[in-house]
């Protein structure tokens, strides 16, 4: 079995444009929306309203995972627990990773912001399989309430996970998205 591992992408972005911080504090139940930031409309996920995508075919990978995988839904009812809203867009993360969490953490009203970017050559199963691996990073930042921007969430990682020049991983996220891999797999075979 191939391994689908992600890796965190160390990105930091210091600046938020007032624009874009604004288009987060706006809408926070997740109604039909767009990032203002990149023009994109934001497609919300059925039953939380934390996670968006910027993409239709993103919502549907991340309704269908929840519809076939309990490990997803348990890392979703932990955003749900959390301040953090998490936007997963299609966008490159460099250095020939297919999926990363971007460590520019934004502080907007009362919520912590976090940005995921899959590259679009990811598609169905892996699609599926590399959100889940990357919302089991976001929820490592957001369970831990003084990750408020790049410098805490970049010195998170220092302290709690595997460094590779630019990228980060963690155990827990390899064996979420391993858990996550099996479950879609068992549920293909029973269709």
């Given at each position: 079995m191939a391994r689908l591992v992600g890796r965190v992408t160390l990105v930091a972005v210091l600046a938020v444009p007032?624009?874009?911080?604004?288009?987060?504090?706006?809408?926070?139940?997740?109604?039909?929306?767009?990032?203002?930031?990149?023009?994109?409309?934001?497609?919300?996920?059925?039953g939380s309203p934390?996670?968006?995508?910027?993409?239709?075919?993103?919502?549907?990978?991340?309704?269908?995972?929840?519809?076939?995988?309990?490990?997803?839904?348990?890392?979703?009812?932990?955003?749900?627990?959390?301040d953090g809203i998490v936007y997963v867009?299609?966008?490159?993360?460099?250095?020939?990773?297919?999926a990363c969490l971007?460590?520019?953490?934004?502080?907007?009203?009362?919520?912590?912001?976090?940005?995921?970017?899959?590259?679009?050559?990811?598609k169905g199963h892996d699609l599926m399989v590399a959100i889940g691996h990357e919302l089991s990073h976001a929820v490592e930042l957001l369970n831990v309430p003084t990750?408020?921007?790049?410098?805490?969430?970049?010195?998170?990682?220092?302290?709690?996970a595997a460094i590779e020049r630019y990228s980060f991983e963690t155990e827990e996220a390899i064996e979420i998205e391993l858990k996550i891999d099996k479950e879609l797999r068992q549920w293909a075979k029973r269709q």
């Open positions: 007032s624009s874009m911080s604004a288009s987060f504090t706006q809408d926070a139940d997740c109604a039909e929306s767009s990032d203002s930031a990149s023009n994109l409309p934001q497609a919300c996920v059925q934390r996670l968006r995508g910027s993409d239709p075919a993103i919502a549907a990978a991340i309704e269908q995972t929840l519809e076939r995988s309990p490990t997803f839904r348990q890392l979703m009812a932990a955003i749900n627990r959390t867009h299609y966008g490159a993360c460099g250095r020939n990773v297919l971007l460590l520019a953490v934004t502080q907007a009203g009362p919520h912590r912001i976090l940005h995921i970017r899959v590259d679009r050559r990811r990750v408020v921007d790049a410098i805490t969430a970049q010195n998170y990682y220092r302290r709690n």
